[in-house]
């Protein structure tokens, strides 16, 4: 991401691409409830990893992208053209 600053571009965090930051938030959420239980920390982290992992790699194949904020905006907009 500060990487993208530098070179003055817009951050691949914000861009549409397959979904990097759900994949891990998805992960984090599943090893926090994991943790919380009487499960070991080991199992817990083994279990998120995975299902980082496995949620990133869906997501490249099946080319799964979530929605951005410019998606559909110029579509909605009345046109202005008779002006």
Same mark, same amino acid.
């Given at each position: 991401? @500060? =990487?993208?600053? @530098? *070179?003055?571009?817009?951050?691949? /965090? !914000?861009?549409?691409?397959?979904? !990097?930051?759900? *994949?891990?938030? %998805? =992960?984090? $959420? @599943?090893?926090? /409830?994991?943790? &919380?239980? +009487? &499960? ?6 083994? %279990? =998120? @990893?995975? %299902?980082?992992? #496995? !949620? ?5 194949? !099946?080319? $799964? ?6 998606? =559909?905006? #110029?579509?909605? /907009? +009345? ?5």
């Amino acid at each position: 991401m @500060i =990487g993208d600053v @530098i *070179c003055n571009r817009v951050p691949s /965090l !914000f861009r549409p691409s397959p979904m !990097f930051a759900t *994949c891990s938030f %998805v =992960g984090s $959420w @599943i090893f926090l /409830l994991l943790d &919380a239980w +009487p &499960a070991t920390r080991s199992y817990a982290s083994t %279990v =998120g @990893i995975v %299902v980082v992992v #496995a !949620f990133r790699l869906a997501a490249l194949r !099946f080319k $799964w992208r979530l929605p951005h904020v410019g998606e =559909g905006v #110029a579509d909605d /907009l +009345p046109n202005n053209d008779a002006a």
